[in-house]
């Protein structure tokens, strides 16, 4: 017996944000890019900056700057 493949199904958000939907947009930034972490603290930001670098295979940095109190993750390499 053959299943049939479909393609073009987009998966619905709440599956999707379940099984992996990443909160970050970690795969699709490029060398140079970056993003704000709304609402996180420092420590956190560079350990989930630290998984994501394992994960992806990629490098990411994390700053904090006093004066405005953002903390900000860019794409290394």
Known sequence: MTVP?????PIPED???RFGAAKYPWVTMDVGDSFEFA??????AK?????ASKKYGRT????????TGVTRCWRKA
């Not at 609402?39 to 956190?44: A, L, Q």
């Not at 990411?60 to 004066?67: E, I, K, N, S, T």
């Open 47 to 51: 350990a989930q900056a630290r998984h």
């Open 39 to 44: 609402g996180v603290e420092w420590k956190s």
């Open 5 to 9: 493949v479909k393609k073009g199904i």
């Open 60 to 67: 990411f940095v994390v700053g904090y700057d006093v004066p």
């Open 15 to 17: 599956i999707a944000r």
